[in-house]
């Protein structure tokens, strides 16, 4: 059933490789617990200990306001076809933003993306699988293409303005660290 291992094995990177979507929890001591829904191809396994994943413009910004006060992260995935299995990486993170240093070299990384707004780094620490076996089967479609094209209509400057409105604080007030870094 559950294992617990200290670095992401080759395994677990090929079936990394294989899930459409992954789900990542933060929250702070006194705030709602936040689990988000990620795909997009906005995942990379740098190494042993390190993922990389590409935050998109959204209605809120929870994640990045948790960091500000707690680093932990984790990031969960689960077979919805294939052999059971599900995946949790736990460690702590960093959210980078444009104009940070990294933010090239990591962006780089992956698809250009309209409304890329952070990249999240999380050290890993704990890797933690389990059975999965109750998880039901579900097809891949396809990609929904509606943030995409939301972001390439308000253009760069209407997507900025929308953070401005709309990605400053979390749900419980929290500034997300948004606010330093563009107005």
């Known amino acids: ?4 291992y200290t670095e992401i094995s080759a395994e677990i990177i ?29 995942l990379r396994v740098l190494d042993s200990n390190r993922v990389i994943w590409l935050n998109v413009t959204g209605s809120g910004n ?5 960091l500000q006060t707690h680093s932990r992260m984790t990031i969960m995935f689960a ?3 294939g052999a059971p299995m599900i995946l949790r ?21 992956f698809p250009i ?21 109750a998880v039901p089967f579900f097809d891949y479609v396809g990609e929904r293409e509606q943030l995409t094209n ?14 401005k409105e709309k990605n400053q604080l979390s749900l419980d007030g929290k500034p997300t660290g948004m606010e330093e870094k563009f107005f």
């Open 1 to 4: 059933m559950g294992k617990r």
């Open 14 to 42: 090929k079936f990394i490789a294989q899930q459409k979507i992954f789900f990542v929890g933060t929250a702070t001591d006194d705030s709602r617990v936040n689990i988000s829904p990620k795909g997009m191809d906005s």
């Open 62 to 66: 929870e994640t990045a306001a948790h």
């Open 79 to 81: 077979a919805f076809d």
């Open 89 to 109: 990486l736990y460690g702590n993170a960093k959210a980078i933003h444009h104009g940070d240093p990294e933010w090239n070299t990591l962006y780089a990384r």
């Open 113 to 133: 993306t309209p409304g890329a707004r952070q990249i999240f780094d999380l050290q890993v620490d704990l890797v933690q699988t389990s059975c999965g076996m």
């Open 150 to 163: 939301w972001a390439i209509n308000k253009g760069e400057d209407g997507v900025k303005e929308y953070w």
